[in-house]
């Protein structure tokens, strides 16, 4: 049984603590939240759950194994620093950290201490993105062309980070997980309008093979979309996260070019096929994700979603920012 301490109990913290409790491995023994409010939310919902409002208690507690860290992102770093010095393994949240060198450093003493660190990508353990990985591992799609998301809502407005850090890590921890090759460069525009970070962006992520990215992040969109293209050499694939049935339709779509004899004799070909929407498994991702860090700590493997994955999305992010001043200037990787 691990058992975790949770620091933060805002919008996200209290989905952790009720995964940590309904996993079979985990166990929430601690939560903290500087915030009386917050954490008389906690007693309400857990009565009897030992709840501190100083987390160096929770970081020193010999009854803890681990700490998930599920509070703002310019706090990460130093709480997850404190974690490791005190031997707990860390969960924490996207984006890993506020900068590369933050994320690296930690990465190294958790190394060094032989401690586990998860970032929380939740969304490759949701059923949809495990589909999907199914089917560019397998061939299914041929050979990436392109990945193209809209992520856009009305709010939730972060105010220590743009709109970039906070909604772009999800599609760039999935590209990571199913491109599978290290990004060669970066492009980024966005605009302020309310309250000192850009909260409308646009980022475009060049990767090696000819395989283009582009994410549209937005918090001040009049209608909430999640929607994902994938196309690939042999089928093209929409997702719609926001569906309950068919959130990805395969199309059995693509084009063909020929050459005939002379420059002007380019033959088009397209092929319009079937169209199949795959099962996808039902499970709350947090709790797979949760389940999983629990056995990656028992068995001593190393997650995928480890600290290193949460550096080269911090990474990805730190370009755009750089290009995004500069008005999407290309900045290499
Ligand atoms: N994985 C996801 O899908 C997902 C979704 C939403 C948010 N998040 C991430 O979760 C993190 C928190 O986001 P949120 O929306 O819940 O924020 P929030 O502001 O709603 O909640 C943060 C909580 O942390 C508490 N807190 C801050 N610093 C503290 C400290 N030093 N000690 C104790 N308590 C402290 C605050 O009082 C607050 O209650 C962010 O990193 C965000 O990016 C992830």
Redesign the pocket.
Known sequence: MIRVGV???????PNIVRNLNSVESTQCAMV????PK?LARVRKAYPGMQTVSD?RELLRSPEIDAVAV????W??YE?AKQALENGKHVFI???FTSSSEQAEELIELAARKGLTIMV?H?FLFTGAVRKIRELTESGSLGDLYYYDSLRVNLG?FQHDVSVIW?LAP?DLSIMDHIIKAEPEAVVATGERHLNGVEDVAFMTIYFPRNVIAHINVNWLSPVKIRTTLIGGQKKMLVWNDLVADEKIRVYDKGVKIASGEGIRDVLVSYRTGDMWAPQIEQLEALHVELDYFARCIMNQETPFNDGHAGLRVVRMLEAAEVSMQKRGELVSL
């Open positions: 620091i933060g109990y805002g919008y996200w913290g903290c939240d500087s915030s917050a987390c599920i509070t703002p992102v706090t990460h709480l949240e996207k984006p929380d939740t939730l906070d999800h």
